[in-house]
């Protein structure tokens, strides 16, 4: 399992994607709000949601796991 973690300290303004859905590398996943400003994440490989761990307005910490994702072969 592949994992996509928070990249900076912020609150979760917009979940993109939802289990089951296939992403692709560098496909924007999650909008995190910090300091007024909104920063996209973006899935680092190509697979298939697994779980979200996280809601719209939940506060994360850097390194936080968001998403989980089966890697795509």
């Known amino acids: 399992m592949a994992k ?14 939802s289990i089951g859905e296939e992403i692709q590398k ?19 490989i190509a697979g298939k949601v697994t779980a979200v761990h996280v809601k719209e307005s939940d506060f994360v910490n850097e390194g936080e796991v968001l998403i989980e994702l089966e890697e795509l072969v």
């Open 26 to 44: 560098g496909q924007e996943v999650i909008v995190l709000e910090s300091m007024k400003m909104l920063i996209p994440v973006e899935s680092a």
């Open 4 to 17: 996509v973690e928070a990249t900076i300290v912020g609150i979760v303004s917009k979940i993109l994607v």
